[in-house]
Antibody, heavy 121, light 110 residues
Framework: EVQLLESGGGFVQPGGSLRLSCAAS????????MSWVRQAPGKGLEWVSG????????YYADSVKGRFTISRDNSKNTLYLQMNSLRAEDTAVFSC??????????????WGQGTLVTVSS | QSVLTQPPSASGTPGQRVTISCSGS????????VHWYQQLPGTAPKLLIY???QRPSGVPDRFSGSKSGTSASLAISGLQSEDEADYYC???????????FGGGTKLTVL
């Protein structure tokens, strides 16, 4: 059974940093592109960042470019999101999502339940 | 402001057919396939339609998708109470080099 389990969320002040993790199981992690998608309270889905199977290619939404860094460790079946210079508008539930195949342009067929990030003073 | 535009709400009675539209532009819907997600209250999104009109295993054939130019639609026939959820369209954007979503449509079954 495919499982994606996020962790690392919490409360942080504006300008602070957090590192999210997504532990994957039930599939060959290194065969799938992965992404982070967030959902602000009561709002819609927003794609944040994506990474290729090898980790050699990374992609970011303009809203987080230069502040967030996505990475993966295929030996640990884990996806990461390093978030720096956090702003109030980054407050959201952050979920990891698996692409349906190796390429980034494949839709997301499995999602985690998400981890809440709250940015407030 | 989402890159893809959806109506914020839609409604129908049990058994009815409803459609949800999704409007984009050349770099996204105009150049790539469209995908639809269903998000039931308090749950993670679920892939409902992929590659514009394909259903993953387990999705009833009451759900169908289509695309014309830079717009796409999700149709739900034989509406059921359990279809009450938020629906999101998504597409890869060749200009932004990333995924774009619609703002979501809240479907109410009256």
């Amino acid at each position: 059974e495919v499982q994606l389990l996020e962790s690392g969320g919490g409360f942080v002040q504006p300008g602070g940093s957090l590192r999210l993790s997504c532990a994957a199981s039930g599939f060959t992690f290194s065969n799938y592109a992965m992404s982070w998608v967030r959902q602000a309270p009561g709002k819609g889905l927003e794609w944040v960042s994506g990474i290729s199977v090898s980790g050699g290619s990374t992609y970011y939404a303009d809203s987080v470019k230069g502040r967030f860094t996505i990475s993966r460790d295929n030996s640990k079946n884990t996806l990461y999101l390093q978030m720096n210079s956090l702003r109030a508008e980054d407050t959201a539930v952050f979920s990891c999502a698996r692409a349906r195949d190796t390429a980034m342009i494949n839709p997301f067929d499995y999602w985690g339940q998400g981890t809440l990030v709250t940015v407030s003073s | 402001q989402s890159v893809l535009t959806q109506p914020p709400s839609a409604s129908g009675t049990p058994g009815q057919r409803v459609t949800i539209s999704c409007s984009g532009s050349s770099p996204n819907i105009g150049s790539n396939t469209v995908h639809w997600y269903q998000q039931l209250p308090g749950t993670a999104p679920k892939l409902l339609i992929y590659n514009t009109n394909q259903r993953p295993s387990g999705v009833p054939d009451r759900f169908s998708g289509s695309k014309s130019g830079t717009s796409a639609s999700l149709a739900i026939s034989g509406l059921q109470s359990e279809d009450e959820a938020d629906y999101y369209c998504a597409a890869w954007d060749d200009s932004l080099i990333g995924w774009v979503f619609g703002g979501g449509t809240k479907l109410t079954v009256l």
